[in-house]
């Protein structure tokens, strides 16, 4: 095997290693305050993830008695950011949601 192509797959190899330690980061979900899970999604791409999250919470939090209601929740991410060496597990932010019509 060329020098090349030998060096080229243990590059490969390392970067697949960090990687592989957040195999189950597929999860997303929503905590109160008290760090207690409102609501979670499931999918492999971050941003699908919170579509599906968001979903969910509307589903639960927006209903005709809350319209026009602000509310405040985490959301945590089993995601990871960058590759190699450089992967780290997204950080988790205070977001909130305004229910301006009722969910179906």
Same mark, same amino acid.
């Given at each position: 095997m060329p020098k090349t192509l030998a060096t080229l797959i243990v590059s490969l190899f390392l970067l697949a290693l960090p990687v592989a330690a957040f195999a189950d980061g597929t999860k997303c979900r929503a905590l109160d305050d008290g760090g207690k899970t409102i609501a979670e999604a499931d999918d492999k791409l971050s941003t699908k993830c919170t579509r599906l999250l968001l979903d969910a919470l509307k589903k639960q939090w927006c209903t005709a008695d809350n319209?026009? !209601? !602000?509310?405040d929740y985490t959301s945590e991410f089993d995601h990871v950011i960058g590759q190699g060496k450089l992967a780290k597990k997204m950080p988790a932010k205070k977001q909130s949601l305004t229910c301006h019509t009722v969910a179906k």
């Open positions: 319209k026009g !209601k !602000k509310f």
